[in-house]
């Protein structure tokens, strides 16, 4: 995801307790900044339409089934956010709390101070969104050129720790230079001191359950709708499964880039610019794949397929079994074939359609993680920061300090070592 170009301001984050507080009166608004050719996305509650309109990815609303948590920040914490990435929410409230955000160096060029003397003197913590320090390596691997004992520094991640097609993901965290003088991290994955979930969706839009696919051709099975097609291993998947549904007469729509061959809003129109979820365009399946296996790393697509009200057939990390409702999936490696997969697919009785849409019915706390990710996913995680940062300085917590290390080569990847930039850029290939 590509860091948006942002204006500058200064957010301030209260503490409520109830979802009214916090999103009516004071009119809280979770506006993240986006590239543009995210910027008509919008994550509402989708209401009687058929279509979730996903402008800007973060909701304009709290869920009504969920008090917004209340954070215990007893002294003044100020973030300043080094390094942006499109990830980081921008959550603006009254001026009312102990949490403040500064997203000043967003008026710069690359979106992060390209001077190692830029004065962060009062920020009580720094936030480098790492992905974005690797683009176009070396050029933005720059820090503070001193790290003071009183100032807390945390790594942020949104994107895979590895991934050998892009030079832009989260490799800096696991290279010993970077790593040495930062306090804790944040990410998606269950070790991260402040996890950061990825997104779910509304409860109004998975409660709907599957469109009428009575109404759809009877050999349109399933649908795809990944438009990222530097991913071999998901690409060699894709075209396997989509060859076999092939052999058995049936068809897989694909709307996305990778794959092409349906245009989902009509004739000449570009797919990858419209809503990530279409239940008018839903079939009885979708095909899902995550761009890397890696562990937590289980991103929203396979939640924007259930509120589409298909049943996704997965490819991604195995803690997906932890995280989406019971018997709601297919998980493509719980197959020993790909052939055994399809087939499985092509036996779908209604009553077998019936239990994987029962847990619509359901109560959301036997949703799997759906609850957590609202309350550990970004709408929250500058709330969380600042609170977990005013916790380490009231116990009298003395945070690393030193020099900065230069731009060098990453010896972060033993066992491939040319998925290490090691001065070079990669960025000019892509």
């Given at each position: ?246 052999k058995t007469g049936h068809k897989v729509l694909s709307y996305g880039r990778c794959f092409h061959n349906t245009d989902e809003f009509g004739p000449g129109e570009d797919s990858y610019v419209h809503p990530w979820m279409d239940r008018a365009a839903a079939r ?147």
């Open positions: 995801m590509l860091c948006a170009i942002a204006r500058s301001f200064l957010l301030h984050v209260a503490v409520k307790s109830t979802t009214d507080e916090f999103w009516q009166e004071e009119s809280v608004s979770l506006l993240q900044f986006k590239a543009t050719r995210q910027a008509s996305r919008d994550l509402r509650p989708s209401n009687d339409t058929n279509v979730v309109h996903l402008g800007r990815d973060e909701p304009m609303k709290w869920p009504d089934e969920l008090e917004y948590p209340v954070f215990n920040i007893p002294i003044p914490i100020h973030i300043f956010i080094w390094s942006f990435a499109g990830f980081l929410p921008s959550t603006g409230t009254s001026q009312m709390g102990n949490c403040t955000v500064d997203y000043s160096s967003q008026q710069l060029e690359n979106q992060m101070p390209m001077s190692p003397d830029y004065d962060i003197s009062d920020a009580d913590v720094v936030l480098f969104a790492v992905p974005n320090m690797l683009w176009a390596w070396p050029t933005r691997y720059v820090f503070p050129r001193e790290k003071k004992a009183d100032q807390m520094w945390i790594t942020s991640c949104e994107e895979p720790f590895h991934r050998d097609e892009l030079a832009y993901d989260c490799r800096l965290v696991q290279d010993e230079a970077t790593m040495e003088l930062m306090d804790a991290t944040s990410s998606y994955d269950a070790s991260a001191d402040i996890q950061t979930l990825f997104d779910t969706v509304y409860v109004e839009d998975l409660k709907k359950g599957p469109p009428d696919f009575s109404a759809t051709p009877s050999d349109e099975l399933a649908t795809v709708a990944h438009s990222d097609c530097a991913t071999d291993f998901r690409n060699s998947w894709l075209e396997e499964i989509m060859a076999e549904i092939a009885p399946f979708k095909l899902v794949g995550e761009n890397v296996l890696q562990p937590w790393y289980v991103t929203e697509k396979i939640w924007n397929a259930l509120a589409e009200g298909s049943v996704p057939v997965y490819l991604g990390a195995p803690e997906v079994k932890q995280m989406l409702p019971e018997g709601s999936f297919l998980y493509a490696d719980d197959f020993p074939s790909t052939q055994a997969l399809v087939q499985r697919m092509l036996d779908f009785t209604p009553e077998d359609f019936a239990k994987a849409h029962a847990w619509r019915d359901k109560p959301t706390s036997e949703w799997g993680i759906w609850k957590d990710t609202w309350l550990y996913g970004r709408h929250t995680m500058m709330n969380r920061i600042c609170e977990f940062a005013a916790k380490q300085k009231m116990e009298g917590k003395e945070f690393k300090s030193g020099t900065t290390p230069a731009a060098h080569d990453l010896p972060c990847c033993p066992a491939d070592p040319t998925c290490c930039l090691n001065g070079q850029s990669k960025s000019a290939a892509l």
